[in-house]
């Protein structure tokens, strides 16, 4: 239905529209980029959440996101009625590309340079997305693949598998023996990882290793990283004791893809698995970065459970609360005198980071301390008292 109404609306303003079928967004983002005859791209998804949540992603030509601003420009427009419309053959046309799925991955097997025989693992797809491309392109490139999270019925999508959700992924490699895991969210820009033990290898540490295995290859600028706010601390004293440079921005992929291109870099990430290599596209791209993971791991000679340990986690806990008037919270001086007061007992041992969802009504508090029962600690205090001066909702915290 949403299909139908945005190629509707798009072709009534005299501008052509191809139909890609189910694609990955990252998939949507490079074909563009590939491609000087798309003016844009547009992705229907509701990334890792659930499917009534769905909503529209926007790229330039260039295959990146659109800018705040000109997405806010676009609203603006989108809100001005009237206007003159296209008529007969000024009409846009509206096509479909069958093959668009086989496109993208040719690409993604013709730019990788690895090989991953012998390289057992199972892959969960989220009833997402990467159904069309992630099992025919590891397939392609040698790996013994089995996939789970495959069988899209359009309600399921996130549905107990995926990036949010590994417990299904961490059975399957258990049990089956692999050598690691991958799981891939909804629309297919984010990952995260389990061990061959099943143990959960998180963005921070994913982007640790390759971080790492770049700057041996030449091939990180700097040497330097992009990563937010959530970031865990351990991050940042891995990358010092391997002389690399961490740079922090507020929490979005958008966020870190600005400051890398502002810094001449090529990777950023978060630790909820958005992992952006610029040499291999202009976004976030799970398989993308399950294929750098994977070269990494070859190239080094090393299990994931290796890698993994090249970062230390500070113990950390993140609390999301929902209230009703998250747009308070910045005014919200007690509870900011609050979280002051406990970074001044953590001193340089900690830090807390306290932030409104941009997209659900949530307020989120990440503690990062010496001791996992300080981190309970200080973050139950402070999420209590948001929900106080926020007004929490019942069952929200």
């Known amino acids: 239905m949403l299909e139908a109404a945005l190629a509707a609306g798009i072709a009534s303003a005299g501008t052509d529209v191809v139909l890609g079928g189910v694609l990955p967004t990252p998939a949507v983002a490079e074909l563009v980029a590939g491609d000087p005859d798309f003016g844009a791209g547009v992705v229907i998804s509701a990334s890792h959440n659930p499917f009534p949540d769905n909503g529209i992603k926007l790229f330039g030509p260039d295959g990146f996101k659109l800018p705040d601003t000109a997405e806010a420009a676009l609203e603006q427009r989108i809100d001005v009625a009237g206007g003159d419309r296209p008529t007969a053959g000024g009409i846009g046309d509206i096509r479909h590309w069958a093959d668009a799925a086989a496109t993208d991955r040719a690409h993604m097997v013709a730019r990788t340079g690895s090989r991953f025989d012998g390289v057992h693992v199972v892959i969960d797809c989220a009833n997402g997305a990467t159904v069309t491309t992630a099992e025919a392109v590891l397939t392609d490139l040698g790996a013994d693949v089995r996939v789970i999270g495959a069988d899209p019925n359009g309600v399921n999508i ?52 390759l971080a790492i295995w770049l700057q041996g290859r030449g091939e990180l600028p700097g040497p330097a990283v992009v990563t937010t706010t959530m970031t865990n601390f351990g991050f940042r004293r891995a990358m010092a004791d391997s002389g690399i440079e961490v740079r922090w921005t507020d929490v979005g992929d958008r966020y870190v893809l600005e400051d890398m291109r502002a810094n001449d870099l090529v990777l950023g990430g978060e630790q909820s698995g958005h992992l952006i290599h610029l040499p291999s596209g202009p976004t976030g791209d799970g398989l993308g970065a399950a294929i750098l993971l994977l070269s990494a791991l070859a190239e080094r000679g090393l299990t994931l459970a290796d890698a993994a340990s090249l970062m230390q986690r500070m113990p950390q806990r993140l609390v999301s609360i929902r209230v009703e008037r998250k747009g308070d919270l910045a005014d919200a001086t007690g509870v900011w005198d609050l979280v002051h007061t406990h970074e001044s007992d953590l001193g340089g041992d900690g830090r807390i980071v306290l932030r409104a969802s941009g997209t659900e009504p949530l307020v989120r508090v990440m503690v990062e301390a010496p001791t996992s029962e300080q981190c309970d600690r200080i973050a139950d205090e402070i999420a209590d008292a948001a929900g106080r001066a926020l007004g929490l909702i019942e069952g929200g915290h």
Do not use: K
């Open 158 to 209: 996130n549905v107990g598998c995926g990036s949010t959700d590994l417990s299904a992924l961490q059975a399957a490699v258990t049990g089956h023996g692999a050598s690691l895991g991958i799981a891939f969210d909804g629309d297919g820009d984010r990952m995260l990882a389990v061990d061959a033990v099943g143990a959960v290898v998180d963005g921070d540490q994913i982007l640790a290793t």
